[in-house]
């Protein structure tokens, strides 16, 4: 199906799909880029039809399962084993697969990431390394949106979530840290998508849903699809959670579970005997490009808490340590917890000494303003991102 365009050059191209006017209409993206793209929507006689030794680059659509993809790479990989492979969605299939085709995809350095986080384990695709980068993540990067308060924006740019969080020792939120997280996976060799999320979080109860302006990722590991987040504040979840269950899943500091939730899922946390949402969560992927707009609601819209509290975040395995505005509060996993509030100059050694976070001295209006600020009420099961 669609032959290259003439004078074609590049990576030869072969995608597989499961609906025919889908991939008419992707592949004629692809062609028109100038590309050497062929398809087949028909997976089980895709080997006959085709020779892997003729192609550099495979791409899958969404529908095709997990067993049935993994079956043919090895199959492809028996005839061809230099071709590289990627899964896509439809919405964003030929964005996806002429970044691939060009080299464009942006990559990470693992060094200098697990360098950040004090790693220097395995960097293999498995559960364990999952978790353990997980987990070293939100105990080295904290969640802080410091520079919305400034008024600097943020910047989703690659290179600018890598200088800001990696090299400058900064924190970020969630576009920003599992931005970087997702890459980071990526290069050790997980699939992983990026998805989008409504926070419900401490909602009043019966507010319409809010905008999708959360991202989370889905790390599928022979075939079963993990949830993981390292953008989520103090309630952010401390493991990888699986999202074909919807058993109770604990981790070391709460248990959570994740129900089906119209076309897609509902993250919830447990406290007592009570089930809370933290977020709901889309089925279909989302290309990097489509946080743009939602980062820039959450980063510049008069009504996002960011643009009016100090929001600051760190889980360890000792405790989860939150920051919003004066008042500092410290969770254990044993149930024990500590809440006190602090001046500006506490703020300040605390983002410092606890947080790991260079202070600046432009921040001191911030602090100040942080300190004056009231305690909010004490809700029943902590808050959203302190």
Request: glycine residues 10%; charged residues 25%.
């Amino acid at each position: 199906m669609s032959a290259a365009p003439s004078g074609a050059a590049g990576p030869r191209i072969l995608v597989i799909g499961g609906d025919s006017d889908v991939m008419e209409a992707m592949l004629g993206e692809v062609v028109a880029a100038g590309l050497d793209a062929r398809g087949s929507v028909d997976p089980d006689t895709v080997l006959e039809r085709f020779d892997p030794a003729a192609f550099d680059l495979v791409a899958f659509g969404g529908g095709i399962a997990a067993d049935r993809r993994k079956s043919l790479q090895r199959d492809f990989r028996l005839r061809n084993p230099d071709l590289k492979f990627i899964r896509t969605w439809a919405p964003h299939a030929a964005a996806d697969i002429i970044a691939a085709a060009r080299g464009a995809a942006a990559g990470v350095d693992l060094q200098a990431y697990c360098a950040r986080i004090g790693h220097d384990g395995p960097l293999t695709p498995t559960l364990a390394t999952l978790g353990e980068l997980q987990a070293r993540h939100q105990a080295a990067i904290p969640f802080e949106a410091i520079d919305v308060l400034l008024g600097r924006g943020i910047d989703l740019a690659p290179e600018a979530i890598d200088g800001k969080l990696i090299a400058a020792a900064r924190g970020g939120y969630c576009f920003e840290q599992n931005g970087l997280f997702r890459r980071v996976l990526s290069a050790v060799g997980f699939e992983v998508e990026n998805l989008a999320a409504s926070v419900r979080w401490m909602s009043v109860p019966g507010t319409v849903p809010a905008p999708r302006t959360h991202r989370v990722l889905r790390v599928t590991l022979d075939g079963v699809p993990w949830l993981v987040d390292v953008g989520f504040g103090s309630a952010v979840p401390a493991a990888p959670l699986r999202m074909d269950l919807r058993d109770p899943q604990p981790t070391i500091h709460e248990t959570y579970r994740i129900i089906p939730f119209g076309g897609g899922s509902l993250l919830q946390l447990r406290a007592g005997d009570r089930w809370f949402p933290l977020y709901d969560i889309s089925a279909e992927p989302w290309h990097d490009s489509q946080f743009e707009l939602p980062n820039w609601y959450t980063s510049t819209h008069p009504n996002s808490h960011f643009r009016r509290d100090l929001v600051v975040a760190r889980t360890t395995a000792e405790a989860r340590y939150g920051l919003r505005n004066g008042r500092f509060t410290v969770r254990r996993p044993d149930g024990t917890s500590e809440r006190r509030h602090l001046s500006a100059d506490g703020i300040e050694r605390m983002l410092g000494d606890l947080f790991g976070l260079p202070v600046d001295t432009e921040w001191r209006p911030i602090l100040e303003k942080a300190a004056a600020a009231p305690d909010p009420a004490e809700p029943a099961i902590g808050s959203r991102a302190a």
